[in-house]
């Protein structure tokens, strides 16, 4: 029985780890994307004494072959930012995570004009959904959950 159960922990391990390590390669994302981004207005309002009037934000992110990140969402740069496979077969159809992540880096500079921090790390967990990127844009800090920020929603170009 203990054979069983650590002969089945070790298969699962196994694929999950394949599915992570030697599953796809990225270079069906790689290109320029571009859209809109919805800025969710409650992080912005709250961080400045001024209200938010930017409802949507240009969004231009190139992946390179090499997974790195590149581009800007409103008129903050992407700075060593990289894209990664984020789950596998079973993740997905536990719908765990999600498919892809961008994680890494930073972006420096505002996003919206009432924006007080100028460099923040980030991290965008995304699909693809009708070949678009759907995702979110979230500042991360060391001890405290994601801040959403931005609702992304690009399109290949």
């Known amino acids: 029985m203990k054979k069983t159960i650590l002969f089945l922990g070790l298969l699962l391990s196994i694929t999950l780890l394949s599915e992570v390590v030697l599953g796809k390669g990225l270079s069906d994302i790689c290109g320029t994307w571009q859209g809109k981004g919805r800025v969710f207005q409650s992080h912005f309002t709250r961080s400045s004494a001024d209200s938010c009037k930017t409802d949507s934000v240009d969004i231009f992110l190139v992946i390179h072959p090499d997974n790195r990140v590149?581009?800007?969402?409103?008129?903050?740069?992407?700075?060593?930012?990289?894209?990664?496979?984020?789950?596998?077969?079973?993740?997905?159809?536990?719908?765990?995570?999600?498919?892809y992540i961008i994680t890494g880096g930073?972006?420096?500079?505002?996003?919206?004009?009432?924006?007080?921090?100028?460099?923040?790390?980030?991290?965008?967990?995304?699909?693809?959904?009708?070949?678009?990127?759907?995702g979110t844009l979230m500042q991360t800090y060391k001890w405290k959950y994601p801040d959403p920020l931005i609702r992304v929603l690009v399109s290949k170009k």
């Open 106 to 134: 930073t972006i420096a500079g505002n996003i919206v004009p009432v924006d007080t921090v100028i460099q923040k790390k980030i991290t965008i967990p995304f699909n693809i959904v009708d070949n678009n990127i759907k």
């Open 70 to 99: 590149s581009g800007h969402i409103g008129k903050a740069e992407f700075v060593d930012c990289i894209v990664k496979k984020n789950r596998g077969w079973l993740g997905r159809l536990l719908n765990f995570k999600t498919d």
